[in-house]
């Protein structure tokens, strides 16, 4: 059973920064593709940013291009998503999902943790 806990969440101003960090509980962290995905209040939940299993290769959504960047520490059992020049249309409960390195469905998901924007 993989567990997946987000923290690093908050209330920021427009142009600040701030670093979200899951925490992945469960065996062979390390043959996990790991994403994060968010979700604003009346909106479907959009794909942010994933990183494979290996660390070798990433993708964002062009929303977030050059702007937020995703990292994997497979020692620690930790994925990260540092998030430059927040914007407040990146208002969202943000979570991080797992999916099994030949799979194409993420099976494991975080509660979310809320980033809030302020203009």
């Known amino acids: 059973q993989v567990q997946l806990v987000e923290s690093g969440g908050g209330l920021v101003q427009a142009g600040d920064s701030l670093r979200l960090s899951c925490a992945v509980s469960g065996r062979s962290f390390s043959m996990y593709g790991m994403a994060w995905f968010r979700q604003a209040p009346g909106t479907e939940r959009e794909f942010v940013a994933g990183?494979?299993?290996?660390?070798?290769?990433?993708s964002y959504a062009d929303s977030v291009k050059g702007r937020f960047t995703i990292s994997r520490d497979n020692a620690k059992n930790r994925v990260y998503l540092q998030m430059n020049s927040l914007k407040p249309e990146d208002t969202a409960v943000y979570s991080c999902a797992a999916k099994w390195f030949s799979k194409n469905v993420y099976d494991y998901w975080g509660q979310g943790t809320q980033v809030t924007v302020s203009s």
């Open positions: 990183i494979a299993w290996s660390g070798g290769s990433t």
